[in-house]
C-alpha cells in the first residue's frame, strides 16, 4: 500500500526529469501566447497537459516516447488552433471568446452582466482598484477574455477607443 518497489521509484524520477525537461523545452519553443493569460481554450489544453504527464509518470501502460509524443501533440495542436484562430475569424469565435462591455459612460449593463455572471460588486471592485471612486469617471470597464477586468476612464478614452471588437457596443 505505501510501497512496492524501489523500480518504480527510480522508473519515475528518471520518466519525471525526463519529461519536465521535454515539457518545458516544447512550451518555450511554442511562444509566448502558448504561456500567456488563459482564455477557456487554454485552460482545456492545459489541463490536458497536466493529465499526460500525470500519465506518463504513473502509469507503466504507457512508454516515455508516447508519453512526450501525446505532449508534443498537444502543444503542436494548440499552436496550430492559435496560428488558425489568428488568420481566421470563423475559427477564432469557435475558440475564443469575445470581450464584453459591462459599463458604457459611468452606467452599468445589467443584461450583459447577467450573461457573463458578473455582480455589480465585482465591476465597482476593479474600478476602485484602478483608484477611481467614482463610477461616472468611467468610460468603460470590459471583461477580457481572460476573465480580467479592463477599466478605461473618460479621460483615457480619447476618440479612437480599443472597444472595436468588443460584445455589447
Known amino acids: ?15 519525471g526529469v525526463l519529461t519536465y525537461a521535454l515539457l518545458v523545452a516544447v512550451l518555450r519553443s511554442s511562444g509566448e501566447r502558448t504561456l500567456a493569460k488563459m482564455n477557456a481554450f487554454d485552460f482545456v489544453v492545459t489541463v490536458a497537459l497536466g493529465s499526460t ?11 516515455l516516447s508516447e508519453g512526450l509524443a501525446a505532449l508534443v501533440l498537444l502543444v503542436v495542436l494548440q499552436f496550430v488552433a492559435t496560428w488558425l484562430s489568428v488568420r481566421s475569424g470563423k475559427i477564432r469565435h469557435l475558440l475564443k471568446s469575445a470581450p464584453t462591455l459591462l459599463v458604457r459612460d459611468g452606467r452599468m449593463d445589467e443584461e450583459m452582466m447577467r450573461r457573463q455572471r458578473v455582480t455589480a460588486n465585482e465591476v465597482l471592485q476593479a474600478v476602485r482598484s484602478q483608484g477611481i471612486g467614482d463610477l461616472g469617471l468611467v468610460a468603460a470597464v470590459v471583461l477580457e477574455t481572460d476573465g480580467t477586468f479592463s477599466v478605461i476612464t473618460n479621460q483615457n478614452a480619447g476618440e479612437h477607443t480599443a472597444l472595436s471588437n468588443v460584445q455589447g457596443t
Open 1 to 15: 500500500m505505501f510501497f512496492d518497489s524501489l523500480q518504480d521509484l527510480w522508473r519515475i524520477a528518471v520518466i
Open 53 to 63: 504527464l500525470a500519465t506518463i509518470l504513473l502509469s507503466r501502460d504507457v512508454t
